[in-house]
């Protein structure tokens, strides 16, 4: 049976079409198993978030709709423009902050150094742990009292600061907290980025007289310039989704002053039973976040022009 | 350039890193109600003992947990890297007509995050009866389009010639694809699937939210429920978050060339 198959294809064997698979259904029959999934808990949420928001929603369902009542309770909402500048506050925290560590330790392992591999994975090391551990940790080693950190700085002669509780420092903390989670994956990238800039461009640049910072002033930046952009694009989305670090450390305190803008969603939805508002809530914060990836997907493109 | 003080600072910084990480072992290995604190107590190691995992396994039900955190990890993994893997072959090497729309649609996953849906997503799972059910954590993970669009460039390389030479030995598309492209994208597959691992392991929201009941959540969102109670010591709260982080930390240390891969790969070709 075999055989025969094989001959008679080897016989007909078409030229022009080898592979005759112009079939829509067959190929839509190879998405089928990733689309489904998609299509109920991606697509429909997408949908079905909409037309939430646009009702009054609690937990036991649609109750009237409201038309854009939601949206006009968010924008008479001081508290909103509150979070979403603590949102954006993060962003201009650590974005800069964990680009440019993880750029230096991404040139640092670049360099021919002693134990290469074990430096490389000490610096990745925190990116494989989840969230949770990573704010445990933190939470002890801020302590104010018996904390490593503030030990640190009493034999250094600084004061006893009260990281988590003081307004001033809160955010520094989850900006030290976030960048040493994190800056592993930043490192990495900018290493493979640096791996492919031709050494030779620096052997001539050495001849022609450059010194370390010319050579990385003009050839190190332009060769990264397309890893920074993607680099700056997921730093600051990502920054945008902070929750889980200020949920676990600061339960949003002191105060109100590092609630964000998920975690105002968080709360509204699931603490205070109301689904159509936080829908609404995703929505904007959304919108406004597709936004800024589109400002910055402009401002790089231009750039390249 | 002086190699000795960039390899000092190197190797400072990496100490600076995993500082914490030795801190957390240090301050759970030793007994319960004593703290780290001074420099002598660093070097006093005298009374180190596991006592605090012990008692942490035997009050909470983070074994229960772990394991939770495994079984979701490994189907979600296993599960999502074969249909990306489809889906990777009908976009890369079955040339159907609606395949610019079916892509454009897929990639879009990329646009709105997980945060952003978290209502409407709730909602759904809800009426499914999947709350507090393993799989609305295993289902959802499912949806992401990373692996997809980083296959299909993989599956791109694989020549023309083998497909038609595997056709002519009497292979039918699925052959092609589990014969021919599978084994051919083997190390991208094992990449995307230690990311996908990691993502799910450490996913924090979305079960955090979805999960009700103790005996069905996920490590990393099971952990901070202990911050409630409050007769939980410092000692026993690092044992517990180093129960945590060892398995992630040996299956790095183990796979760390693919896991280095598949980031890289996520970042500069996604």
């Not at chain 1, 600084?158 to 960048?179: C, E, K, M, Q, Y």
């Not at chain 1, 949920?247 to 709360?267: A, E, H, L």
């Not at chain 2, 600072?9 to 990496?14: E, F, G």
């Not at chain 2, 295993?138 to 599956?155: A, D, S, V």
Request: charged fraction near 15%; hydrophobic fraction near 55%.
């Amino acid at each position: 049976m075999e055989t025969q198959i094989t001959a008679r294809k080897a016989a007909a064997a078409p030229r022009r079409e080898p592979l005759r698979l112009r079939t829509e259904f067959r190929a839509i029959m190879y998405l089928m198993p990733f689309l489904i999934p998609f299509a109920v808990f991606y697509l429909w949420p997408v949908y079905r978030g909409i037309w939430m928001s646009l009702h009054v929603w609690g937990i036991r369902g649609m109750e009237k709709y409201v038309g854009a009542a939601n949206y006009e309770k968010i924008f008479n909402n001081p508290d909103f423009y509150l979070y979403l500048w603590h949102s954006f506050y993060f962003v201009l925290l650590c974005t800069p902050t964990v680009i440019v560590l993880g750029l230096i330790l991404a040139l640092i392992i670049n360099q021919r150094i002693l134990f290469r591999t074990a430096i490389r994975s000490a610096f990745f090391l925190p990116y494989v742990l989840s969230v949770s551990v990573i704010s445990f940790i933190w939470l002890h080693l801020f302590d104010a009292k018996n904390g490593p950190v503030n030990a640190l700085l009493g034999l250094l002669g600084a004061g006893h600061p009260n990281w988590l509780t003081d307004r001033g420092l809160v955010w520094w903390a989850i900006t030290i907290v976030t960048d040493w989670w994190t800056v592993g994956f930043v490192m990495v990238l900018f290493l493979a980025g640096l791996q492919e800039i031709p050494p030779d461009h620096y052997e001539a640049a050495k001849i022609d007289g450059a010194g370390a910072w010319q050579r990385f002033r003009h050839i190190t930046m332009p060769g990264l310039s397309s890893v920074m952009k993607i680099q700056i694009f997921y730093q600051v989305i990502g920054s945008l989704k902070l929750f889980g670090q200020v949920q676990i450390m600061t339960g949003g305190g002191p105060g109100d002053s590092t609630n964000t803008m998920i975690r105002y969603i968080y709360v509204t939805g699931f603490k205070k039973d109301m689904f159509g508002l936080a829908s609404a809530q995703s929505i904007v914060f959304c919108v406004i976040m597709l936004m800024i990836a589109a400002i910055q997907f402009k401002l790089t493109d231009r750039k390249d022009g | 350039m002086k190699r000795w003080l960039l390899n000092i600072a190197a190797a400072l910084l990496a100490l600076l890193f995993v500082f914490p990480l030795v801190w957390m072992l240090l301050v759970s290995l030793k007994p319960d109600g004593t703290t780290v604190y001074s420099l002598s107590d660093w070097v006093d190691w005298s009374g180190l003992n596991a006592d605090n995992y012990a008692k942490v396994i035997r009050d909470s039900q983070i074994l229960r947990w772990t394991w939770n955190s495994v079984v979701i990890g490994v189907l979600t993994t296993v599960i999502a890297v074969l249909f990306s893997s489809l889906a990777a072959f009908a976009f890369s090497k079955l040339p159907f007509r609606t395949r610019g729309l079916f892509f454009v649609l897929i990639a879009s996953g990329l646009l709105i995050p997980t945060e952003a849906i978290l209502i409407p997503l709730y909602e759904t799972a809800l009426h499914l009866k999947l709350i507090d059910n393993i799989w609305a954590i295993i289902l959802p993970g499912l949806t992401n389009p990373i692996g997809i669009l980083l296959l299909k460039q993989f599956m791109d390389g694989v020549p023309r010639d083998y497909l038609e030479a595997a056709q002519i030995d009497g292979s039918r598309s699925f052959g092609l694809w589990w014969r021919v492209c599978l084994p051919l994208t083997r190390s991208a597959m094992i990449s995307v699937g230690i990311f996908y691992f990691i993502l799910s392991w450490n996913n924090f929201l979305w079960p955090y939210l979805s999960i009700t009941s103790a005996e069905n959540m996920i490590l990393s969102a099971g952990l901070p429920t202990f911050l409630s109670n409050n007769t939980m010591s410092l000692n026993l709260i690092m044992a517990a978050s180093a129960i945590a982080a060892i398995p992630t930390i040996i299956v790095f240390v183990l796979l760390q060339r693919h896991i280095v891969q598949g980031v890289s790969m996520s970042g500069v070709k996604g």
